[in-house]
């Protein structure tokens, strides 16, 4: 998930930098231009040329135009066109800019010391495409400011949903690499899906669908409107960026403006409260209690540091299940073994990161939501989804589960109740599992979960009097609690090996290696 110990210590060390001498004036700015720059730093190589600079510089461009588009209406709701951007605004679009041609600027240092993995491209030929995409950018608005709303949207969201697509088919992308190869006179022939590796593209892309999404329902909860460096900071926040969780934009930006109210350790707010004689208060705001968010930032970071550097690597060292291990194994003992533990890795190798994300976040004023909250503990695949990977599962059901459920039941001849939650189900799922990649296996990977959903659904409502009288018998709740849980785990067990192997052959020979059928 590209994170490492030097990762996690730079970060800390600014975060010192960050309580000890920014005041809060300034704090928005200084994770604003960390973010930007981080995101270069932190895109792995790729053999495509330029590409890990120009992939990150296509997600600024995005971000930018996700905000633009999501602006409010300048007279209220009746009101066409969009808002203009105020002077801060400006200042923090000639910043961005600013940064993106400082970091091209990387190619005339050496290789040790570039910000970015490869060596970019000419600042001067990235000047002139910031200059082309902004009047191209300028030309559109002209035609389409007093346009319907709602339709730009969508065509935005179709946008950022193909390029989803191109960057988690493999036909699809090795066919992009093939023609970037050749525009860069690189050989199309040796193009592969691992040419094109775009860092946080997927957790952005749920970001900003989430932000036109909510648009499209009405204006922003976000009072005042969200300024262009907010929502940048929102969307390339870097504790966040590689692997979620995927925050929403309202609880994230009150947490940035209230850090604009707090006092730095050897300074002192310049825009708060001031006394006679406009003297300062010298006292930090109520919160501001930098040794207990040290203390609980740093515990956060080191559990998922244990998470994932000692548990989860130590699994990775052969514990757990691969291609390569399911095809060659012939113990079905040893099968399970290694299943079990690619099940434990899986968790604390998310978890872990998840952990150390939140407790980055901490350290920087942004309580970032949890992700997993004991999920192999639970007694039914609906628990376990609202304990595994809650925000993407949350972002899913409210974008996928709910509306779709919605259009169902406005509909004049509508189908059964039955009928709409099966449907609701398995789109959820299979979205939520070709969220992952779009293949086959990922693609019945989101079946199986959608199924054991709507199935989990009916014996629910079927047997709710039954399980409300058994609340009285504790032994017979404790036993029914222990086969509720045995069969959950294994449910879920079960599904990774669609999951993790690359084909449904290989996943049906080892469910039969699994069952003892040889």
Do not use: C
Not at 68 to 78: C, K, S
Not at 103 to 123: C, D, H, I, K, Q
Request: net charge positive; hydrophobic share 50%; no cysteine.
């Amino acid at each position: 998930m590209n994170v490492d110990l030097v990762v996690i210590g730079l970060f800390v060390g600014t975060s010192l930098l960050y309580t000890l001498l920014i005041p809060g004036r300034w704090r928005g700015w200084f994770l604003f231009i960390v973010s930007v720059l981080a995101i270069y730093w932190r895109q792995s190589f790729t053999p495509l040329r330029f590409a890990d600079y120009l992939l990150q510089t296509i997600t600024i461009l995005l971000t930018v135009l996700t905000w633009w588009v999501t602006r409010p209406e300048p007279n209220g709701a009746a009101a066409k066109g969009w808002l203009k951007p105020d002077r801060s605004d400006v200042v923090t679009l000639l910043v961005l800019f600013g940064l993106v041609l400082l970091v091209a600027g990387n190619r005339y240092l050496a290789v040790e010391w570039r910000l970015t993995a490869s060596r970019p491209p000419s600042p001067w030929w990235v000047a002139v495409g910031l200059l082309a995409s902004g009047g191209l950018f300028a030309l559109a608005w002209h035609w389409l400011r007093r346009a319907a709303r709602r339709p730009l949207l969508t065509a935005v969201i179709l946008f950022i949903a193909l390029l989803f697509a191109l960057l988690k088919a493999p036909a699809l992308t090795t066919a992009v690499a093939a023609g970037w190869r050749t525009l860069t006179g690189q050989q199309a022939a040796l193009a592969a899906p691992s040419d094109l590796t775009w860092l946080g593209f997927s957790y952005v892309a749920f970001r900003l669908i989430h932000t036109l999404r909510d648009r499209q329902t009405g204006p922003l909860a976000v009072t005042p409107p969200l300024t262009l460096r907010e929502f940048v900071t929102y969307v390339l926040f870097f504790p966040s960026y590689v692997a979620g969780p995927i925050d929403r934009v309202e609880r994230f930006v009150g947490d940035v403006r209230e850090e604009g109210k707090r006092y730095s350790v050897f300074g002192i707010q310049h825009s708060v409260i001031r006394q006679k004689g406009d003297v300062p208060n010298p006292s930090p705001l109520p919160g501001t209690d930098y040794g207990s968010r040290y203390w609980q930032g740093g515990g956060r970071i080191l559990i998922g540091l244990f998470k994932k550097f000692v548990i989860a690597d130590t699994l990775a060292l052969g514990m757990s299940l691969t291609a390569v291990n399911a095809a060659q194994a012939t113990s079905t003992l040893w099968l399970w073994v290694l299943l079990y533990g690619y099940a434990l890795r899986l968790f604390f190798d998310f978890s872990g990161y998840t952990d150390m994300a939140i407790g980055l976040g901490m350290l920087f004023g942004v309580t970032l939501p949890e992700n997993f909250k004991r999920p192999y503990h639970t007694t039914n695949i609906t628990a376990f989804w609202q304990s595994w990977h809650i925000t993407l599962s949350a972002w899913a059901r409210f974008y996928v589960f709910s509306p779709l459920s919605r259009s169902w039941l406005r509909r004049r001849r509508r189908p059964s109740n039955t009928i709409i939650l099966f449907t609701a189900h398995l789109a959820t799922m299979i979205i939520i599992g070709l969220w992952h990649g779009l293949t086959v296996n990922y693609l019945i990977w989101g079946l199986w979960h959608g199924l054991a959903l709507f199935a989990h659904k009916q014996w629910s409502d079927r047997t709710r009097q039954w399980y409300q009288g058994l609340q009285e018998k504790p032994w017979p709740k404790r036993g029914w609690t222990a086969v509720t849980w045995f069969l959950t785990f294994h449910y879920v067990t079960l599904g990774w090996v669609w999951f993790t192997l690359p084909t449904p052959q290989l996943a049906l020979e080892t469910f039969g290696k699994l069952l003892g059928i040889k």
